[in-house]
């Protein structure tokens, strides 16, 4: 039987020790060997034991110099404890039974045989002895390693009854697949399709959670074509299954917003690995499809796409059980901002309208230049090369504007407190009007930034729309 060196940490032979002391059989278990075979850089250790995993799990505890915390997990019958940067869970060798309507299974004391069974993959269901006679042995019941050398996701038992036990198991199929560049064995795929609709059960967070591991892949597009294909997309995020296909009238076809969206996404992250800037590129074409008409005259439009996706983010994010805070906020003025910059692309682009973009998009100009360099993907190079050059214009317009005016997220410096003072007025629709006035002629270039000047464009401002000056503060003030 092959061995498997492990790591140079004295954990493992501490748990060896512990578990001898003890009186039971224990081995590391899942995701870590796996790691560990991949040579995938992994701190979190399952040990599984043939008896109490809590009791193991204390007297490891008890032989380590630091004497870390057990944190112990009683419905679970698990305990874990963390050494250094190394966290380590103990658990008895179980066996499990489903029921139709949950996930969650009943559980009871089992062998090593049994706890490797109830593994999601071959991959996962891999184990290394800590046991004195057989120290570093592979334990390989169902071919894990074989599937690694062929990158193969495979179930180890019927895939049909695993997937119905434990639903979630298809999205980790997929996401396994997508960050391993595995595939997945047809039997099994064939099984995801079949118990698609089982994933209904599964809570919105679970989902989620391994979505964003998806988003997360190296090529994110591929384990978005298998949640596609397999039927699991259309139901776990039907808005994005609707951007796939293409209509033709009178002989005129607009792309397949769908294969665009997951190309735009990988060539986000070629360059991030920013998980937010990657769910810009997934939504920033999202209302496409309700936005899409055709005219005689022009073909296929999709007109305002970008603010009615814009608008629709928050909801997407709530049901997808995704952050509804400045994450939301970010993907969203992506969405709304992602066709401003290519606007810009002409010889004859204004500076105002660059202050404008520095304006709007604040700190996140870097981020939305990123976005829109990535949804340049036409299948024409020169066309790309054209554009990108082009983007290179207006990246070095944008640094000299921002240098000389300084806009990014700047507030005009003649405030709403300074305006209700010097007019005496009280919060109201006057006090916005003359307030988005300033910030106007700032972004127009006729006013500067500056107290003296701003202040004296209100004061005219002012006395146009029959305001009476109460109180002139001094122009030397700065807005203090």
């Known amino acids: 039987m092959d061995t498997i060196k492990l790591p140079e940490h004295p954990i493992f032979d501490t748990v060896a020790a512990a578990a001898a002391e003890v009186g039971v059989d224990a081995y590391v278990i899942g995701g870590f060997v796996r790691d560990l075979v991949l040579k995938r ?8 034991c043939v008896g109490n995993g809590i009791e193991l799990a204390e007297c490891v505890s008890h032989k380590l110099a630091h004497k870390p915390k057990v944190s112990v997990f009683k419905n679970f019958g698990t305990a874990m404890l963390r050494s250094g940067e190394w966290e380590v869970e103990f658990v008895g060798a179980r066996k499990e039974s489903y029921k139709e309507h949950s996930r969650k299974p009943d559980v009871e004391t089992g062998t090593l045989e049994d706890d490797l069974k109830r593994r999601d993959f071959t991959i996962n269901a891999l184990g290394i002895s800590l046991n004195e006679s057989t120290y570093g042995q592979l334990i390989d019941r169902f071919d894990g390693i074989k599937d690694m050398k062929r990158k193969i996701i495979r179930t180890p038992l019927e895939p049909g009854i695993t997937f119905s036990d434990d ?149 997407l994010f709530k049901d997808l059980k995704l952050p509804l805070n400045e994450h939301m906020k970010f993907v969203q003025k992506l969405v709304r901002l992602h066709l401003r910059p290519i606007a810009l692309v002409k010889d004859t682009v204004t500076d105002s309208a660059i202050r404008r973009l520095l304006f709007e998009a604040g700190d996140d100009i870097d981020a939305l230049m990123k976005l829109c360099r990535a949804d340049i993907t036409s299948k024409n190079d020169s066309k790309v090369k054209r554009y990108l050059q082009n983007f290179d214009k207006v990246e070095k317009r944008l640094v000299e504007v921002e240098e000389s005016d300084k806009l990014r997220n700047f507030q005009p410096v003649i405030t709403g407190e300074i305006i209700m003072e010097t007019f005496d007025l009280k919060p109201s629709k006057t006090v916005g009007e003359l307030k988005e006035a300033l910030t106007e002629a700032i972004l127009e270039g006729t006013v500067k930034n500056e107290f003296e000047e701003a202040y004296t464009f209100l004061l005219k401002k002012g006395e146009k729309l029959g305001l009476t000056v109460a109180k002139r503060l001094s122009t030397n003030k700065k807005g203090e």
Do not use: C
């Open 41 to 48: 850089p992994s701190k979190d250790i399952d040990v599984v």
């Open 167 to 315: 639903p979630l198991r298809m999205m980790r199929a997929i996401r396994f697949a997508s960050q391993l560049n595995f595939d997945i064995a047809p039997e099994t795929f064939d099984a995801i399709i079949d118990n698609k609709e089982r994933i209904k059960i599964v809570s919105q967070e679970r989902i989620t959670d391994e979505l964003n591991k998806i988003v997360l892949s190296p090529k994110p597009s591929y384990g978005f074509k298998l949640l596609f294909t397999s039927g699991l997309l259309q139901l776990i995020f039907p808005k994005m299954a609707e951007l796939q296909g293409v209509e033709t009238v009178k002989g005129n076809s607009h792309k397949d917003n769908f294969y665009h969206t997951l190309q735009v996404l990988d060539n986000v992250a070629e360059v991030s690995d920013e998980l937010w800037l990657r769910w810009s590129a997934i939504l920033h074409d999202i209302a496409k499809p309700d936005t899409k008409r055709y005219h005689e005259k022009v073909g296929w439009t999709f007109h305002g796409h970008e603010e009615r996706g814009a608008r629709m983010v928050p909801k």
